[in-house]
């Protein structure tokens, strides 16, 4: 309850910019909790009596001599040192299965991406996804090597296999080698990963609710616009075929309107709660609108953030345990992998396939695995369901179908439903998802640097297809070479590699050990340093913007622009005026923003104790 509160809480303030830094800063700890737990296992620093290890040999020899159940987990001559593991097998294929339905379904890394720029965000992700390797990688090995090597000196397994299932392992052993100390760092380590995560999820799913759900089809803002047609004035955007003599969409752009400018310094202005109402004839409706969005997105936050709860004490009551919610996530939703990746990358992909495939495959895989399932002593029955849909074979029979009848009903579906495809149609697909846009802030202004344009008068004015094309080339070759190379060095190379090594001796084993160990302490340095550099960047050549702004203004003062809300001669608002209201309009600066909000929330506290005193 408290946890959940307190993600709600700055998420609620704060929005995605809050998660971002919270996210930061929990990842941050999370790598020097790591860090703390990989120095203890293999230097063991402070020589602690408890721990019987202090490098990697001595783990080394702990682990030889200890055997593991070679029937049920497949490993070649029952050790635990070797990559010939069935079990190990059908855990890759589930994970890669798995995380594959995790990443393109979740919301959070959709805002993320989208948020930032192509070039940007291409080696954002890609820093970022060889960065968090390093948790799953370093962790696993440490944690999973000390806990067998805590075993093979006890003589017995320190855990029954269902708490090792549940995730009890890595705890053990902090609680074993540091003590109390490593049980708080265990505590801070699982809440820093629940609260980034969590808060992220959370602004996510209210964002799918309020924005793709309620503004889209409950209360839209204009319900009988066409596609087109400019949601300001419902005129049509650009000519169409046969109605060529028809009025086209004439709106500024806010960036122009001076009636935006207006509002805009007179809500900073205000001190009141309650903000003055626009005034701009053109974008003032579709403003307070957006404005009504945001309340009710903030509502849903608080309720989602809430709704996790009981959730989580049913996933408790029936005796879920972390594998097998990790097995059945890949079920559930790696069937839209490939209707997801089509629906952005395909023009061809039709509503018809993209629905076909995701439904039909995640029912086919729910089909098999709870029929491979059945097969098992007890079957479906109550008092062993959860054993028997977790096993490994059942799990990976659900994953693979729901990942490829998905595949394969989306794409038949889609050639089914748009057997012909000019390249008329094709073009004009690509144009549909080039309309997607938000006239308060029009993604030409925001890419203008980019692509060399001048502020365009219309908010819908955009550059012609080739243009961006051509512009983003480079991250778009980035983004495939990447994913390819990647994908055959973590899938094939790597694991291929390790299978032309029986069992590991003491060289192959430092070798492993120091590799993991290596990564871990790149990362840390990696996401602990540069995103405060780039953040601090920012932050001094905002100051220096806003001293030329200053600057600016004050010259415009001295030439007969004294007064803020006074128009010029010819109706104009003073130049300097304009950029400033500009400028928060856009929202181009969000250390500024997260400022601003914080001075009011401050101003609020101060008045009430005021008033109160």
């Not at 290596?518 to 932050?539: L, N, S, T």
Request: hydrophobic fraction near 45%; include cysteine.
């Amino acid at each position: 309850m408290l946890l959940a509160s307190v993600i709600g809480g700055y998420t609620l303030i704060g929005g995605l910019g809050a998660t971002f830094y919270v996210s930061y800063f929990n990842t941050a700890l999370i790598f020097v909790l790591i860090l703390m737990l990989v120095v203890e296992v293999f230097y063991n620093p402070f020589e602690n009596p408890e721990n019987p290890f202090g490098s990697s040999e001595s783990v080394f020899e702990f682990i030889a001599c200890w055997k593991a159940p070679e029937e049920k987990m497949g490993n070649k001559g029952g050790s635990y040192l070797t990559f010939f593991s069935s079990g190990g097998l059908v855990f890759g294929i589930v994970n890669i299965v798995g995380n594959f339905g995790t990443v393109f379904c979740d919301q959070a890394y959709w805002q993320s991406s989208v948020a930032a720029k192509p070039l940007q965000g291409v080696w954002g992700f890609i820093s970022g996804g060889l960065t968090w390797f390093a948790i799953p990688f370093t962790l696993a090995t440490t944690m999973g090597l000390a806990y067998l090597g805590l075993s093979s000196a006890q003589g017995s397994p320190l855990l029954t296999e269902e708490d090792v299932m549940k995730g009890l392992a890595a705890p053990l052993v902090a609680q074993k080698l540091l003590g109390t100390t490593g049980e708080y760092a265990m505590i801070f380590l699982i809440l820093m990963a629940v609260m980034s995560t969590g808060s992220a999820e959370v602004i996510a799913v209210s964002s799918i609710v309020i924005y793709d759900v309620y503004q889209a089809y409950i209360c839209p803002f204009k319900p009988d616009l066409k596609d087109g047609q400019c949601i300001l004035c419902s005129r049509y955007l650009r000519k169409q075929k046969g109605d060529e003599d028809a009025q086209l969409c004439d709106c500024k752009s806010t960036a122009k309107c001076e009636a935006c400018a207006s509002d805009t310094i007179a809500r900073a202005k205000s001190t009141s709660t309650v903000k003055p109402h626009y005034t701009c004839e053109t974008h003032k409706d579709y403003k307070e609108y957006q404005e009504h969005l945001l309340n009710y997105k903030n509502w849903c936050i608080v309720l989602c953030t809430f709704l996790s709860i009981p959730l989580c004490l049913f996933c408790w009551a029936v005796n879920l345990n972390l594998a097998w919610t990790y097995y059945f996530t890949g079920i559930l939703i790696s069937s839209s992998v490939v209707p997801i990746a089509v629906s952005i990358m395909w023009a061809r992909a039709t509503a018809t396939g993209v629905i076909f495939g995701v439904i039909g495959g995640c029912a086919a895989g729910m089909t098999c695995w709870l029929t491979y399932a059945s097969t098992y002593p007890g079957g479906l029955s109550l008092a062993t369901f959860v054993q028997n849909t977790g096993e490994e074979l059942p799990m990976l029979v659900g994953n693979i179908v729901a990942i490829g009848v998905g595949a394969v009903f989306c794409i038949v579906v889609t050639f089914i439903t748009r057997w012909k495809m000019t390249p008329e149609i094709e073009e004009a697909e690509w144009d549909k998802t080039r309309d997607i846009d938000n006239p308060l802030s029009p993604w030409v202004a925001k890419y203008k640097g980019e692509l060399n344009l001048d502020d365009g008068e219309n908010f819908h004015d955009r550059p012609p297809l080739e243009i961006v094309i051509r512009k983003f080339r480079a991250a778009k070759i980035t983004a495939y070479v990447a994913a390819v190379l990647f994908t055959l060095l973590f899938v094939c190379i790597w694991p291929g590699s390790m299978l032309s090594i029986d069992i590991l001796d003491l060289s192959g084993f430092n070798v492993w050990t120091t590799m993991s160990r290596g990564w871990a302490f790149v990362a840390a340095a990696f996401i602990i340093i540069v995103p405060m550099y780039q953040e601090v960047k920012a932050i001094l050549k905002q100051i220096t913007q806003n001293k030329k702004d200053k600057l600016t203004e004050k010259e415009n003062y001295t030439n007969g622009d004294s007064q803020p809300l006074q128009h010029n001669g010819n109706g104009k608002i003073p130049n300097g005026i304009q950029n400033q209201a500009y400028a928060t309009t856009l929202g181009s600066n969000k250390h500024e923003f997260i400022f601003q909000r914080l001075r009011n929330t401050f101003s609020r506290v101060i008045n009430i104790s005021k008033s109160s005193q």
